[in-house]
T-cell receptor
């Protein structure tokens, strides 16, 4: 089956940039997503990128996609303590009519004041 | 606007007892519905998904079952809980898009289940 891999932990100082990385195996991925999960809560979509794009910027968030290497990253500029959460990378192959998302295990971001 | 509800928020059950978790969606019709389990350190595992009333697909063989008695209601059940069923259960919905559709999933607040 398809696989999505992320490192489990990342620790940064407040005000620095955070970069969360993700690799995936599905060469037919059409959309790739970043979700955020705060403690004890459900997941919230942060941003997504269509597979024919290589970059997307949304305020403090920058998503980079290297389709050749199947590598996705999320950069958070000026990281704040409120950014502490688990970040999930996910992909879908909607071109095959699939509704399902394949999620990574999540990267726990800890922001040190 | 659309909202998704799950209850209960937390549940503590003994081994061998039955389970019923409920999820309802408002503000949309004919959504795709999903049940996920998030066990500690194991990320999100898709358990079931449904594309319509009475249509359930199971992703992982286990002692859980799902039902969709109404368009916007999704229920996760078990006849006898195991210790390994403990975890955080998340319900989600998405639009019933076709080929090439953007499949954003919207998640509920989750149910924390502890089996003792």
């Amino acid at each position: 089956g398809e696989d999505v891999e992320q490192s489990l932990f990342l620790s940064v100082r407040e005000g620095d940039s955070s970069v969360i990385n993700c690799t995936y195996t599905d060469s037919s991925s059409t959309y790739l997503y970043w979700y955020k999960q705060e403690p004890g809560a459900g997941l919230q979509l942060l941003t997504y990128i269509f597979s024919n794009m290589d970059m997307k910027q949304d305020q403090r968030l920058t998503v980079l996609l290297n389709k050749k290497d199947k590598h996705l990253s999320l950069r958070i500029a000026d990281t704040q303590t409120g950014d502490s959460a688990i970040y999930f990378c996910a992909e879908t192959d909607s071109g095959a009519g699939s509704y399902q998302l394949t999620f990574g295990k999540g990267t726990k971001l800890s922001v040190i004041p | 606007s659309q909202t998704i509800h799950q209850w209960p928020a937390t549940l503590v059950q003994p081994v061998g007892s039955p389970l019923s978790l409920e999820c309802t969606v408002e503000g949309t019709s004919n959504p795709n519905l999903y049940w996920y389990r998030q066990a500690a350190g194991r990320g999100l595992q898709l358990l079931f998904y449904s594309v319509g009333i009475g249509q359930i697909s199971s992703e992982v063989p286990q002692n859980l079952s799902a039902s969709r008695p109404q368009d916007r209601q999704f229920i996760l059940s078990s006849k006898k809980l195991l210790l390994s069923d403990s975890g955080f259960y998340l319900c989600a919905w998405s639009e019933s898009g076709g080929l090439g559709a953007y499949n954003e999933q919207f998640f509920g607040p989750g149910t924390r289940l502890t089996v003792l």
